[in-house]
């Protein structure tokens, strides 16, 4: 290799100390953010004069919070299904097809990455107006699905590109269906790639806040969208109690992903 992390020598240690800085440029305000969410102070200060649950005990006692929760789990719950599967469907005919437009229509399925997520959720709204979509629980599942989708066919797709195609080859000969090749051979080998779709496709529908506050309406607002509205008018702790367990959940799932790569690959 051309360059060697061991053969660097003395810029190992300045390599090293960049790392550090810009993780801590990263992560500090994070913690900042913890730290507030257990102040005693009625207002976002820092460093907080104690430190207190209370905060937290406001927020599950708060039906309004509550209901956001629910409403967001249940949207990233269907999103991941959905886009699971149909990403399934969707990278098995962009890796193993062979029809013209291929390469074009794996762009067009990765294009919501690619817009800005204004311009995205501008179009949505105009689009599901029409539909009578906003404001309703299947305009938020299609609208979330729309940014969760190229998530899972890059996962899905790289996982089965990866995979050995001899195998599954290998179980029809032996006098499996090309069905059932697929469903006890193929996705077991892909495991690994699934679980990556689902991760992503979870948090990029329970995360999203520009795309939801276009299709939000006053009976219906996820997560997100319940703490922009609620910065523009309070700044409560409340608040940063709920980004913590956001937080929280979120290197959760990042963990469990990493771990289930290290024995995937042990």
């Known amino acids: 290799m051309l360059l060697d992390f061991a053969r660097l ?17 990263l992560l500090l305000p994070i913690l900042l953010i913890v730290a507030l969410s257990f102040g005693s102070s009625q207002w976002l200060q ?11 005990e406001d927020l599950f006692d708060d039906p309004e919070w509550i209901a956001s929760f629910l409403i967001s789990f249940k949207i990233a719950a269907v999103v991941t299904v959905l886009s699971v599967g149909i990403g399934l469907m969707a990278s098995f005919g962009l890796t193993r097809g062979t029809f013209r437009g291929r390469q074009a229509l794996r762009a067009l399925f990765l294009t919501p990455m690619i817009l800005p997520v204004v311009v995205l959720a501008v179009a949505l709204y105009a689009f ?50 090309p069905l059932e090749a697929k469903i006890r051979v193929t996705l077991p080998g892909i ?13 990029a529908s329970w995360d999203e806040v520009v795309i939801a506050i276009f299709m939000a309406s006053p009976d219906l607002q996820t997560l997100p969208v319940r703490i922009y509205g609620t910065l523009r008018q309070d700044l409560s702790p409340v608040i940063a109690a709920v980004s913590t367990l956001l937080i929280a959940l979120t290197a959760a799932l990042m963990a469990a992903a990493a771990l289930l790569r290290k024995d995937d690959r042990s």
Do not use: K, M, Q
């Not at 299947?138 to 190229?150: R, T």
């Not at 495991?191 to 948090?203: D, E, H, P, Q, V």
């Open 128 to 177: 599901f107006l029409r539909l009578h979509l906003n404001g309703t629980f299947l305009g938020f599942v299609l609208a979330h699905l729309v940014i969760a989708l190229p998530f899972s066919i890059i996962a899905i797709s790289n996982a089965l590109e990866r995979f050995d195609r001899d195998i599954e080859t290998a179980a029809i000969v032996c006098g499996a269906s």
């Open 191 to 203: 495991r690994l790639g699934l679980i990556s779709a689902a991760i992503f496709s979870f948090l």
């Open 46 to 56: 820092f460093p907080p004069p104690g430190w207190t649950l209370r905060w937290y």
């Open 9 to 25: 020598g003395p810029w190992r240690v300045a390599l090293s100390l960049i790392a550090l800085l810009v993780g801590a440029y």
